[in-house]
């Protein structure tokens, strides 16, 4: 990983321009400026129009109903993660591939779908509907179905990350920590974790990112009442209907920065995650195949 | 083992709950919920800013009147949308929504609402009118005077989908109503103007308000068919000095609907608020603002005080021509309808 | 897959870990995704096959797949290039690319495709270029391209790095002290290397894209058989409350992602044993 490489194992200086640039090409046409063009729109009439946006108190009704559904949302899934990488890579079992390939299944699947299904479940012609209608329950168009469908398109974070790094890890510090007397939850509590917490980390971010700005699920099953069920991408869209353009790209440019803080706190995850690994690596040299 | 497993279910299903429970623990955003009363209004795009002043409006009579401390609360989407949504259980206690159309699905596939809500409130529970007319950029450059204009050469139409979007139903009804008053006029020559319009259509966007910011920021087409009162907002909001309003000879009388949601208000208490405040666009008050909004008022005197910023138009009425939503739309727009014939392939 | 060969119950909680994945997994996703099958099966085999066979829905199918498999290609040729210079390079704002890379997945996906459209369309600012070059980008099939490539751009640059990173230089010296040129080094030792991990970075991004609805709607203009996607029919269907039909629509549409899902799992699980064995 030292940048000093021999001449024989890296390209002549114009080769290595011409990729970078032929790379950042591809990244300005895609990525550059359309990012870009959030903050240029956003700062379009001035900063006092761009700070204006988030005065707004359904703005910050917005914020808050989006922390609180991420909060909800993703521990969970947390959980799930850790307990299907536990079960899929320290175990032997039939049907492991199609079990992964399920998990997978909601990023996939589109968000127009991942909101019908739970109108389907939830919803008052649906499944479950007439016997939560009798119990006034409220599942769809309030707080839980909103929290459903943003666990439903974050479901495989988590567990994909993981499963990934336990399967390199193998489990010999697990056994090593049994026959030495431990119980399971000593072992995992122990051994596990500390072991895979950049991995969890990781992961966990990814899936609040992916919750923070989920768009398509959640307004199918929010219900778009202001002030009360429409999360931050959903007031984006009702600003941006509103022709309140700087409005709704000064939050979308917030959305941008928060992204790129918690993306930036990942990259810091990683680089420690991959010096454990580094020390796990020649700690336990016959893992390296 | 066994135990195991069991506790894992258990797990499981308390993970669940815990998404359940949350709803009942956290407060609406209303600290003092108990003492107001919340009625929610579902209603289509376009309607934001009059609900808004209506809105505030009523709640001040509300108040005065019974000192009940009254919050309205809006959801808004594509007029379609919203009727699903409150069938499958969005509890709102009144709808106002684009076309009769939706009202009736909601009332036929939930029994939310009754049967006959049409003839709960005067002029068929639709208290403001409106009609479509053409948004040009300004100076009319391509010199567009009526629907016949939008199918010559090199004229881009702006509208939005009519499977997706209540407003579009008007204007390909619109147009369809003015091609049979044209000399010779059949089904066969207003389907074939309709099919020859649509060609002349770049982007089909999902909702009314889509069409009008691909209109007017992006830049695209040469005329959007809207609504007048959105025509007319999007001047004022976007920019007097880039677009003007062109009223076709004939347009079609678009006649958005309202009701109260039977069941949602029977269960929260909200009948007599809910009916209330339905009546009050019916008020003087409250056709004020409808016309202040653009929206044609039913009342004759208002009528006349705002008839300057209304141009005169030929409004044809879908019972007239149409013989009704339901066939109207079951005809044009269900799949397999005539509209779907215009993209049919091999055409 | 290193216990392979070990006794694998040594280690306890498999009740428990898989109880719980197998119960939050049925709850959460396949319970609820089970109904579209419930509700597409009121409409009877025949019928369920005509709805989703129509012209219309072909062609759907057609430019989902076809749109998402040539931006799905985009991003692997890109994101390997990418992928390279993030890892093999040393250059000024590397990290700070490094971190934007994953920006389109946490994006909302109508601001991105709000944000394409405004840049894309023929006013906008590289729209205008291309259409001054006779190509419009927005409000057609490009349209749907540019949004899906968008939204998948992180996927490959994601799964090649680590492993660029991870391989072992003294390969590659041995290769050039045998007097292989540079590119034939990346050639014949490199690239079978990160083939998997290519191959898997795709079938992701391209699975991503299948589905894909908030941002595409915005750019894609939306007319019935040349920019309709799958998932804008199966919002028209449920338009006019036509349940039955959206779901079959959507069955045929979930059908495709697992499959694809299934291969991305079996290619890896093949590669992983391949190195194993090696």
Redesign the interface.
């Known amino acids: 990983?030292s940048?000093a490489?021999?001449r024989?194992?890296?390209?002549p200086a114009w080769v290595?321009r011409l990729?970078?640039g032929?790379?950042?090409a591809?990244?300005a046409?895609?990525?550059?400026?359309?990012?870009g063009?959030?903050f240029a729109?956003a700062l379009k009439k001035g900063i006092p129009a761009y700070l204006a946006a988030f005065r707004d108190p359904y703005t910050l009704?917005a914020f808050l109903l989006t922390i609180?559904v991420t909060v909800?949302a993703v521990p969970?899934n947390v959980?799930?993660g850790?307990?299907?990488a536990?079960?899929?890579?320290?175990?032997?079992?039939r049907g492991k591939?199609?079990?992964?390939?399920?998990?997978?299944?909601?990023?996939?699947?589109?968000?127009?779908?991942s909101g019908?299904?739970?109108?389907?479940?939830?919803?008052?012609?649906?499944?479950l509907?007439p016997w939560l209608?009798e119990r006034e329950?409220?599942?769809?168009?309030?707080?839980?179905g909103i929290?459903?469908a943003t666990?439903?398109v974050t479901?495989p974070f988590v567990a994909r990350e993981l499963i990934a790094l336990m399967?390199?890890q193998?489990?010999e510090e697990?056994?090593a920590a049994?026959s030495l007397g431990a119980?399971?939850w000593q072992?995992?509590w122990r051994v596990t974790l500390p072991n895979i917490r950049w991995g969890l980390l990781y992961g966990a971010i990814?899936a609040t990112?992916?919750a923070?700005?989920?768009?398509?699920a959640v307004?199918v099953v929010s219900?778009?009442?202001?002030?009360?069920t429409n999360t931050?991408?959903l007031h984006?869209?009702?600003l941006?209907?509103?022709?309140n353009?700087v409005g709704?790209f000064a939050i979308?440019s917030l959305?941008?920065l928060t992204?790129?803080l918690?993306?930036?706190v990942?990259?810091v995850v990683q680089r420690r995650a991959?010096a454990e690994q580094d020390r796990l690596g020649s700690a336990a040299p016959e893992?390296t195949? | 083992m066994k135990r195991r497993i069991l506790l894992a279910l258990v797990l499981g299903a308390l993970a669940s709950a815990l998404t359940l429970i949350a709803d009942r623990a956290i407060p609406n955003g209303t600290a003092h919920a108990a003492v107001k009363t919340v009625l929610l209004n579902a209603s289509y795009d376009p309607t934001r800013e009059l609900y808004q002043d209506v809105n505030a409006a009523f709640a001040a009579q509300w108040k005065a009147k019974t000192g009940q401390n009254l919050e309205i609360q809006q959801s808004h989407g594509g007029s379609g949308k919203q009727a699903r949504a409150v069938i499958d259980g969005l509890e709102a206690d009144v709808v106002t929504l684009a076309l009769a159309y939706d009202i009736d699905a909601i009332a036929k596939n939930s029994g939310l609402i009754a049967a006959d809500w049409q003839s709960r409130l005067p002029n068929a529970s639709a208290p403001y009118t409106s009609t479509i007319v053409f948004l040009v950029r300004k100076g009319n450059p391509k010199g567009i005077k009526d629907w016949g204009d939008l199918v010559k050469p090199g004229v881009e139409v702006i509208t939005p989908n009519p499977k997706t979007s209540g407003g579009a139903r008007w204007n390909y009804l619109a147009a369809w109503a003015w091609a049979l008053r044209q000399p010779g006029g059949n089904d066969q020559t207003a389907q074939a103007f309709v099919t020859e319009l649509f060609k002349h259509v770049p982007v089909l966007d999902s909702g009314a308000r889509g069409s009008t910011t691909t209109f007017t920021e992006r830049g695209i087409g040469d005329v959007l068919l809207a609504w007048e009162n959105e025509a007319v907002l999007a001047i004022r909001v976007l920019g007097p000095e880039k677009f003007e309003i062109v009223a076709p000879s004939v347009s079609i009388l678009a006649e958005p609907s309202v009701t109260w949601v039977d069941r949602v208000t029977k269960r929260r208490g909200t009948e007599a608020v809910a009916k209330a405040y339905l009546e009050f666009l019916y008020t003087d008050a409250g056709q004020e603002l409808a016309a202040k909004h653009y929206y044609r008022p039913r009342n004759q005197a208002i009528a006349a005080k705002y008839a300057a910023q209304f141009p005169t138009v030929e409004l044809v009425t879908i019972d007239g021509v149409f013989e009704g939503w339901p066939k109207a739309q079951k005809r044009h727009f269900d799949d397999g309808g005539l509209f779907d014939r215009i993209y049919q392939p091999g055409r | 897959m290193t216990t392979r060969r070990r006794n694998a119950r040594v280690l306890p909680g498999f009740g428990l870990s898989l109880g719980f994945t197998l119960t939050y997994l049925g709850l959460i996703v396949l319970f609820p995704l089970s109904l579209l099958f419930w509700k597409s099966a009121t409409l009877g085999w025949g019928e369920f096959w005509a709805v989703a066979t129509t012209p219309r829905a072909l062609a759907a199918y057609r430019i989902t797949l076809g749109a998402s498999f040539i931006a799905a290609s985009i991003n692997m040729g890109f994101g390997l290039l990418l992928a390279w210079v993030l890892t093999r390079y040393r250059w000024k704002g590397r990290q700070f690319v490094d971190a934007l890379v994953d920006l389109p997945f946490a994006l909302p996906t109508a601001v991105s495709g709000i944000a394409l459209t405004a840049v894309y369309s023929k006013h906008g600012v590289i729209g205008s270029k291309l259409e001054a070059l006779g190509i419009q980008a927005a409000f057609s099939p490009i349209g749907i391209v540019l949004a899906l490539t968008f939204i998948g751009l992180p996927f490959v640059v994601r799964t090649v790095q680590p492993v660029l990173e991870d391989l072992e230089p003294e390969v590659e010296e041995a290769a050039a002290s045998l007097g292989a040129s540079r590119w034939q080094v990346f050639h014949r030792v490199l690239l079978p290397m990160i083939l998997p991990a290519t191959l898997t970075g795709f079938a992701l991004a391209f699975a991503r894209a299948l589905g894909e609805y908030g941002s595409v709607v915005f750019i894609s203009g939306n007319m019935p058989m040349k920019t309709e996607i799958a998932s804008l029919l199966i919002m028209t269907k449920l338009e006019q409350y036509d349940y039955p039909g959206a779901t079959a629509i959507a069955v045929m549409m979930l059908g495709a992602s697992f499959v694809l899902l299934l291969i991305i799992n079996l290619l890896q699980w093949h590669a992983q044993r391949h190195r194993v064995s090696r």
Not at chain 1, 8 to 11: A, G, R, S, V
Not at chain 1, 86 to 93: D, Q, S
Not at chain 1, 137 to 144: E, G, Q, T, V, W
Not at chain 1, 223 to 228: S, Y
């Open positions: 990983m940048g490489r021999s024989e194992t890296t390209e290595r990729l970078i032929g790379a950042l591809y990244l046409l895609f990525l550059f400026v359309p990012i063009a959030v729109e009704k609180l909800l969970l959980l799930f850790i307990a299907a536990w079960a899929i890579t320290k175990f032997r079992f591939n199609l079990l992964i390939t399920l998990i997978d299944l909601p990023f996939s699947v589109s968000p127009v779908i019908l299904i739970f109108v389907l479940l939830f919803g008052n012609q649906g499944l509907g209608q329950i409220r599942i769809i168009f309030a707080l839980p929290v459903l666990i439903f479901f399967q390199t193998g489990s697990e056994e049994l119980n399971g072992t995992f990814l990112s992916r923070i700005g989920e768009f398509g307004s219900g778009h009442i202001r002030g009360k931050v991408p984006i869209e009702i941006y209907n509103e022709y353009f709704a979308a959305l941008v992204a790129l918690t993306l930036g990942k990259t991959r893992q195949p």
